[in-house]
T-cell receptor, first 112, second 113 residues
Framework: NAGVMQNPRHLVRRRGQEARLRCSPM?????VYWYRQLPEEGLKFMVY????????ESGMPKERFSAEFPKEGPSILRIQQVVRGDSAAYFC??????????FGAGTRLSVL | GESVGLHLPTLSVQEGDNSIINCAYS??????FIWYKQESGKGPQFIID?????DKRQGQRVTVLLNKTVKHLSLQIAATQPGDSAVYFC????????????FGTGTRLTIIP
C-alpha cells in the first residue's frame, strides 16, 4: 500500500507565476489535509477536504490560494501569483475516517 | 489564540539512555493528541496517539503520558538509538468533529553515540 504521494518534491517559481502542488492520498483514504511549514517551525493547518468538498479552509490565505479534491485524481493546492513569502514546505496528509493523519514527503516551494 | 507549545527546543541524549520530550497545550477542550517524528527533508511520521480519556499509552519503545490537570503531554523514548535523532512534534485536535491538527513548534532530539 503506497503512502501519501506528493509531487513535485521541489518546485521553483519566479514571483508572479503559479504553483500547483499535487497530492494523492493513501488508498482508501477520503480525507485530505494541507499544511505549510516554514524552516524550524511546526506545521500550520491550511485546508481540510473530502472528495469534492472543502470542509475547513480556515487556514488558507483569502487571496491567491485555492485547493480542490476532485472525484477523480489527486488533490491540488494552487498558489497564484506567488511571492517570496510563499516559499515553504507544503505537506499533504490523508486519513480514513478518523484522526490519524499520514503525511507525504512534502513539496518544497522556492520563489525566486 | 489556543496553541500547542513545547518546553525545550533541543535535547541531546546519550545513545541507550531514555529521553523525555514535553509538550504543553492550552486548549482544555482538545480530546486527541498525536506525536510525530520528522527527519530532515521528510514528512512527519506518526509515532503514537492518545485520547483524552486515557492518561498513558505505550507503543514499541515509546510511551505517551497525558496530564489533563496541567494540560501536559510527554513522549518517552526508551533505549534511544541514532535513528531516533529527529524533530518531534506534538499535535492536538482542538475541535471535536473537525479533524484538523494544531502542531507545536517541535523539539530537536539528538542522540549522541
Amino acid at each position: 500500500n503506497a503512502g501519501v504521494m506528493q509531487n513535485p518534491r521541489h518546485l521553483v517559481r519566479r514571483r508572479g507565476q503559479e504553483a500547483r502542488l499535487r497530492c494523492s492520498p493513501m488508498k482508501g483514504h477520503s480525507h485530505v489535509y494541507w499544511y505549510r511549514q516554514l524552516p524550524e517551525e511546526g506545521l500550520k493547518f491550511m485546508v481540510y477536504l473530502q472528495k469534492e468538498n472543502i470542509i475547513d479552509e480556515s487556514g488558507m490565505p483569502k487571496e491567491r490560494f485555492s485547493a480542490e479534491f476532485p472525484k477523480e485524481g489527486p488533490s491540488i493546492l494552487r498558489i497564484q501569483q506567488v511571492v517570496r513569502g510563499d516559499s515553504a514546505a507544503y505537506f499533504c496528509a490523508s486519513s480514513p475516517q478518523g484522526n490519524i493523519q499520514y503525511f507525504g514527503a512534502g513539496t518544497r516551494l522556492s520563489v525566486l | 489564540g489556543e496553541s500547542v507549545g513545547l518546553h525545550l527546543p533541543t535535547l541531546s541524549v546519550q545513545e541507550g539512555d531514555n529521553s523525555i520530550i514535553n509538550c504543553a497545550y492550552s486548549n482544555s477542550a482538545s480530546d486527541y493528541f498525536i506525536w510525530y517524528k520528522q527527519e530532515s527533508g521528510k514528512g512527519p511520521q506518526f509515532i503514537i496517539d492518545i485520547r483524552s480519556n486515557m492518561d498513558k499509552r505505550q507503543g514499541q519503545r515509546v510511551t505517551v503520558l497525558l496530564n489533563k490537570t496541567v494540560k501536559h503531554l510527554s513522549l518517552q523514548i526508551a533505549a534511544t538509538q541514532p535513528g531516533d535523532s529527529a524533530v518531534y512534534f506534538c499535535a492536538e485536535n482542538p475541535d471535536f468533529g473537525n479533524e484538523k491538527l494544531t502542531f507545536g513548534t517541535g523539539t530537536r532530539l539528538t542522540i549522541i553515540p
